[in-house]
Nanobody, 116 residues
Framework: QVQLVESGGGLVQPGGSLRLSCAAS????????MSWYRQAPGKERELVAG???????NYADSVKGRFTISRDNDKNTVYLQMNSLKPEDTAVYYC??????????WGQGTQVTVSS
């Protein structure tokens, strides 16, 4: 069964850092683009960062320069390093794996709360 399991969320003070992990199983990880989305209460789900099979990355303007997405194909894991966190980064963060013409998988999410 395909699984995407996020971890690493929690409570952090403004200006702090967190590293999210998404462990994938049940599919050929290296053949999928991976991405992180987030959804805050009352807000639309938005793309935070994405990484292609080849390692090309893209980021939402709101996190550019603060967040870094990376992947380790040997570990079937994608990461999101989040630095200089702001209260507006508070959201549930979701991991996504997709092949546009075939499959699209989502994790259950991990809560990130940025508050003093």
């Amino acid at each position: 069964q395909v699984q995407l399991v996020e971890s690493g969320g929690g409570l952090v003070q403004p200006g702090g850092s967190l590293r999210l992990s998404c462990a994938a199983s049940g599919f050929t990880f290296s053949r999928y683009a991976m991405s992180w989305y987030r959804q805050a209460p009352g807000k639309e789900r938005e793309l935070v960062a994405g990484i292609t099979r080849a390692g090309s990355t893209n980021y939402a303007d709101s996190v550019k320069g603060r967040f870094t997405i990376s992947r380790d194909n040997d570990k079937n894991t994608v990461y999101l390093q989040m630095n200089s966190l702001k209260p507006e980064d508070t959201a549930v963060y979701y991991c996504r794996a997709n092949r546009p013409t075939s499959y699209d998988y989502w994790g259950q999410g991990t809560q990130v709360t940025v508050s003093s």
